[in-house]
């Protein structure tokens, strides 16, 4: 029986998924893909609830950035592996034909819907952060809204940067972003705690001006650029003001603006 067309216990409980594939990219990081409910629908850049069935038949359920664009036939996420994390220690166990839950709401900030139009787009991310930026720059919106795109990602090892740096070169042969995206997105890498060309965190690198010098753009401007933030909940402060300092203000889905910021989402 396909576990995925099974009926849900309540019309508000999590969906049962399959889980289609699963890829262990280091020790502290991994994605897979589930089946996607015909009746799912999110915009590209938000989290919804994930989870497992728990002790007592209680679900046991976090959020979780989608990485998988709005328009993909099934749905993807990309995990941290928290040691004692009471969902991911045992999700980074699911294998292919196993169950995950799924919420039936998706909800979040990092959607276009909460920027005002720019020109240039800043995706400041760390860790599993990328996630959501996964699902913005395989998104057509996202290249019809802005001239060019700025992916940053800052990991500890060069290792966790592999999964976005493949979803950046896959881009080349999408059929619906390949050409939008050529000449457009720039994906800037730095890693802290391993030899890389880039050593510093990405806060570092905004501060000094070595982003902006890099990659042959003026420094930030609330008048052209947009930017939207995604990593710790340290990562997140020390970007916010940064930002803020460059005179950007703070959107959300009630009353767009400059930037929007979330949470990477652990445990
Ligand atoms: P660092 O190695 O200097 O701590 P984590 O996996 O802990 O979330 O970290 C992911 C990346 O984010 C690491 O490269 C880490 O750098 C960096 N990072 C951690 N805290 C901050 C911060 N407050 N501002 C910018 N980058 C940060």
Not at 44 to 69: N, Q, T, W
Not at 110 to 134: I, N, Q
Not at 234 to 242: G, I, Q, S
């Amino acid at each position: 029986m396909d576990v995925a067309a099974r009926p849900a216990r309540s019309p508000n409980a999590p969906t049962e998924e399959r889980v289609l594939s699963v890829r262990h990219f280091t020790d502290r990081m991994f994605s897979f893909r589930i089946t996607r409910p015909q009746a799912f629908r999110f915009r590209s850049g938000e989290f919804v609830m994930i989870g497992l069935e728990g002790d007592g038949g209680k679900p046991l359920l976090r959020a979780y950035s989608i990485a998988s664009p709005s328009w993909d036939e099934e749905l993807e996420f990309f995990s941290i592996k928290a040691p004692n994390g009471p969902l991911t220690s045992r999700l980074q166990l699911i294998r292919p034909g196993d169950t995950v839950l799924l919420g039936r709401k998706s909800v979040g900030t990092l959607v276009h819907d909460a920027l005002t139009p720019g020109e240039r787009l800043y995706l400041f991310s760390t860790g599993t952060g990328v996630a959501p930026f996964a699902s913005i720059v395989r998104d057509p919106e996202t290249y019809e809204r802005f001239s060019q795109i700025v992916l940053t990602h800052t990991c500890r090892e060069a290792g966790e940067l592999a999964y976005a740096q493949e979803i950046v070169s896959s881009l080349a042969e999408d059929p619906l972003v390949g050409e939008l995206s050529r000449g457009r997105l720039i994906h800037y890498t730095t890693v802290t705690r391993e030899p890389w060309p880039n050593q510093e965190r990405i806060t570092s690198c905004i501060r000094s001006g070595r982003l902006f010098d890099e990659i042959g753009a003026p420094r930030l401007n609330p008048q052209t650029d947009r930017v939207m933030i995604c990593g710790s909940l340290d990562m997140l402060n020390d970007t916010r003001a940064l930002v803020e300092a460059a005179g950007l203000s703070e959107g959300s889905n009630a009353s767009p603006a400059q930037f929007v910021v979330e949470k990477a989402f652990v445990g």
